[in-house]
Each structure stands twice: as structure tokens, then as C-alpha cells.
């Protein structure tokens, strides 16, 4: 199956998880990851802002934010290019390229070093550390940029084994389901 056919597939799944599924599981990833080490000591944190498709981030971020976290968010600059900017709250954000909630230029930059923790969204995943994003580019030229902890969010329901790779894929290095975490391994 080719990344397309694999995306369309995962597309059609999304689209067939109950409401009540989704949002329970969105809730448990986000427990796992404020139980997580790597979330008790990062300082800075990079996360995105899901969209229907994608886990719900929301809540997340809100707590990142009381829990007194740097919060940095992807902001598309160009076509496959984009950049981590800090915000202070849930106003910082504007709808952006593809209609996707993102900082507002005035945010500033969060450079990729000073990140301690990345959190990834995909169209499905695996506990090998694969992912499959959905055909842009953005994280696997932004991500080997960052040395920190790289964890890959997705429900269960969407977990595959078989996912397509090439060499410019980022590997992750966790796999966060409403299971738990799990170290990925080749």
C-alpha cells in the first residue's frame, strides 16, 4: 500500500470512530502524557492543535499552560516549512494554513533546541517508532532540528504495523495510546 492509499484508508477510519470513542480516548492520551517523566521535567513543550481528524489538544495545551510550560506551536510558514512559536493562551491562536488553529505572527519564536518535549500528531503509528503524517513534510524536516523526546499521539483504533517508510521519516521515540506509553522499538 502506498503512503496515499494508507492516508485515504486512515481517513475513512477516523471517520468511522464513535464521538464518545474519540473523545475518551483523546482524554486518556492526555492523562498518560501529564503522568509521563519526559512531561514532568520539560520545561518547553511543542505541541500541535488537533484538528477533527486528530487527537483533541485542547485540554492539553490549557494544562501545559497552568502547569507553568513554555507552549510552542507549529506555525506554517511555507509549503513544507514551519516553525515553533510560544503562546500565552488559547487567544495566541488564529486559523491558519489549511484552516488549522495556529500562533499569531506577533508570538515569538521557540527555537527547535530549546525544546524539551515534542508532541506529534500522524495519521496512524506504530510502537516501531513509525509514522506516517499526512503528506506534507512539516514534522520530518522540522523535528531533526529538536533533541528532545519525540512522542507520537494516536488513538488505538489506528495503530498499524505495515506503515510505508522512506529514509527522510522521523522516527519517533514513543507511542502514546489511551493505553499508556510505550518506548518505540525497531
Not at 503524517?133 to 505495515?162: A, E, F, I, S
Amino acid at each position: 500500500m502506498t503512503k496515499q492509499e494508507m492516508r485515504a484508508e486512515m481517513a475513512r477510519r477516523v471517520k468511522n470512530l464513535s464521538p464518545v470513542y474519540c473523545r475518551e480516548a483523546d482524554e486518556a492520551i492526555c492523562r498518560v502524557i501529564l503522568q509521563a517523566e519526559c512531561y514532568q521535567t520539560a520545561q518547553t513543550v511543542f505541541c500541535y492543535v488537533g484538528t477533527e481528524r486528530e487527537i483533541d489538544t485542547s485540554r492539553l495545551i490549557h494544562i501545559l499552560l497552568q502547569d507553568g510550560k513554555k507552549v510552542a506551536v507549529p506555525l506554517c510558514r511555507a509549503k513544507g516549512f514551519m516553525e515553533a512559536r510560544q503562546i500565552m493562551g488559547m487567544g495566541d491562536l488564529v486559523s491558519g494554513q489549511y484552516g488549522i488553529l495556529a500562533p499569531r505572527l506577533t508570538c515569538p519564536v521557540v527555537e527547535p533546541e530549546e525544546i524539551d518535549l515534542a508532541l506529534v500528531p500522524c495519521s496512524t503509528g506504530n510502537a516501531k517508532g513509525q509514522r506516517l503524517g499526512y503528506g506534507g513534510g512539516y514534522y520530518d524536516r522540522y523535528l531533526p532540528k529538536t533533541n528532545c523526546p519525540k512522542l507520537l499521539l494516536c488513538r488505538r483504533h489506528l495503530v498499524r504495523d505495515d506503515i510505508p517508510m522512506e529514509e527522510h521519516d522521523v522516527k519517533m521515540d514513543f507511542l502514546v495510546t489511551e493505553r499508556g506509553i510505550e518506548p518505540c522499538r525497531d
